[in-house]
């Protein structure tokens, strides 16, 4: 049954795949991303060619979050069935260099984000008893590189924030699910934020050329045979709309699992245990009504 969806982060990457992939299934399709008038402009035009409509939403700005539920509201006529929270961005480099106005930054958009969406959409979702989150978080989340720790420390917190809400929402039949892709060759990666302070790098010695290991093993799995589709999330995406609600997987890693995997089955039972320890057991189940 075709679904009305709304994606944040569209205008490049992972979500300009999935905004096209799922209304090429057959569901009504909202993507959102900032200024699609001017800055963004030919992606929004690409957007509506194939039927997709585009909505005006920077994930940093309450105001835009609110306006831009408002609009689709509006424009839609009808709830939300499905939201994506990929909007996220990410740094490369010795951790200490990063100042902290950078790390706020970061975490405004990958951790914030998600906040402000999900509080945007959840009043309908839970009136209507249905409804499905998809959150983008990363094999980062689970596992760390030395070098891009702070991003992996934002999808460490969407890991807690994904868990969390689908704990919560349970009983008003509202899907909460993590996506956790491994590397792929997307503007994400490409376009990796560097530390603001350099300066720092001078008393860390040979370790300070150490972030150039990390990106030319990315290299290598970016360029090599059997370099990774990014196409696989969007298609991981579509299969999760597609299974009927209570029979969705909590967690989907998406290609290189570096081990994440082994990670999820380890602390599954655990996650359980704690939940159930507070009397909360049932909140694992989806209330489907």
């Known amino acids: 049954m075709p679904k009305t969806v709304l ?3 569209t205008s490049s990457g992972f979500g300009n795949d999935v905004a096209k992939t799922l209304a090429a299934a057959g569901h009504r ?5 900032r200024d699609p008038h001017k800055r963004h402009r030919e992606v929004a035009k690409d957007f509506q060619s194939k039927g997709i409509e585009t909505i005006e939403l920077d994930v940093t700005d309450d105001a835009s979050v609110d306006a831009a539920f408002k609009l689709l509201a509006d424009i839609a006529g009808v709830g939300l069935d499905v939201l994506v929270n990929n909007a996220g961005v990410a740094a490369g480099g010795l951790t200490e260099s990063f100042t902290p106005e950078q790390l706020r930054e970061m975490f405004d958009v990958n951790v914030f984000g998600i906040q402000r969406t999900m509080r945007a959409a959840l009043p309908q979702m839970r009136k209507a008893k249905s409804g499905l989150v998809i959150n983008i978080g990363s094999v980062l989340g689970r596992l760390t590189i030395p070098f891009v720790g702070l991003f992996g420390a934002s999808k460490f917190a969407v890991e807690a924030l994904t868990d969390s809400y689908r704990y919560e929402l349970s009983q008003f039949g509202i899907d909460v699910l993590l996506i956790q892709p491994g590397p792929f060759p997307t503007k994400l990666y490409a376009d990796l934020r560097p530390p603001a302070d350099g300066g720092r790098a001078g008393d860390y010695g040979e370790v300070a050329a150490f972030p150039g290991i990390v990106s030319k093993v990315l290299e290598h799995i970016f360029t090599g045979a059997n370099a990774p589709n990014p196409h696989d999330v969007a298609e991981a995406i579509d299969k999760l709309i597609d299974t009927p609600a209570g029979r969705r997987p909590h967690r989907v890693v998406v ?11 380890a602390i599954e039972p655990l996650q359980s245990q704690i939940v159930s320890s507070f009397g909360l057991g049932h909140l694992a189940k989806l209330n489907i009504r």
């Open 7 to 9: 994606i944040t982060g």
């Open 255 to 265: 290609g290189l699992a570096f081990g994440a995997d082994t990670a999820n089955s």
């Open 29 to 33: 399709v909202f993507a959102t991303m």
